[in-house]
């Protein structure tokens, strides 16, 4: 059939995002990694003070203020950092930036689905590296990437919640000659992270969301952090105005409230443990997991006839079929009531 799209649109499948039910109530949704909490009150403050009127304006193209305090929190300058719509923006202007038509990215299997599907749109192939068979990094993986322009590793992983040692990290930074991207989507819930290392590696992108951490997946705000000369790349390649003026107040507003944050993360680690011990003891396997979820096989290792049971119970949990997946289901770390009745029903 005559087609009008590029080859390699035709030919591609799409990035299947994680159910988003339109029925608000009546289910428990554990199945995007989604905050279980409000966001900060900060947040609703900045909303009511938003003078309609200034809708007709454009945004501030470079969202001065938000990388100014941005940079502020991490002991970086405001031209180490370039915001995006949500962190996928980021990972979508990073491969338009570096992997060339016919070129490849390489990222960890498995890993974020999005990967191979931004190297797609970009008539580029994505090399899937496997994990080794406990999901740590394998020790030779910059040696496998060797033919990539970009490395995109999330750490904590998703779907599997671990975190790579730093040193394994900081190996492959050094070994790889293109760009190494750290997607720290859930960084916050983690021991720790590989924001320094773009002092120590002139290579090094680290992309961050608020989504997570900070309860704002709806206003669609990430941002990364790079040397002046990568950020001063990045910006070529992003949409003029790419960050809309409500979520630059509202994020300004989240970011500024830093105990709340650490309040919010505290409360999602200590369900973590709970939900993390109470699998244990029902002889389901666990992955230990750095991120606001948990990746786990039930003793008879289908994950997928677990998935749909959950899900006639109104849990919406998420099922990655694949070999080195379908034992397990991801399930997003709830309120402690949430997570009771999942337990309930296990
Ligand atoms: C590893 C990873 N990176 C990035 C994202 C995208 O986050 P955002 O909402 O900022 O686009 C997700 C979303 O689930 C994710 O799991």
New binding site residues.
Partial sequence: MNTFFRENIEAMKGYTPGEQPQRIGGWIKLN??ENPYPPSPAVCEALQNIDFKQLRLYPDPVCCELRKTIADLYGYSDKNIMLGN????I?TIAVRSFVPEGGYIASPNP??S?YPVLAGIQGAECINIPLESDFSMPANFAELAKKASLIII?RP??PTGTAFELEKMRNICREFRGIVMI?E??ADFADDNCVKFVKEFSNVII?R????SYSL?GI???YVIASEEIIYGMMKVKDSYNVNMLTQKIALAALHDQKYLKQSVAQIREVRKYLTDALKIRNFTVIDSQGNFIFTAPPDKDGETLYQQLKEQGILVRYFPGKATSQYIRITIGTKSEIDQLLEFL
């Fill in positions: 995007t990694n949500g962190s996928d923006d990972l890993s974020y999005l999330p992983n998703a997607d989507a859930y992309s969301t608020l989504s997570k997946a669609r705000l990430g």
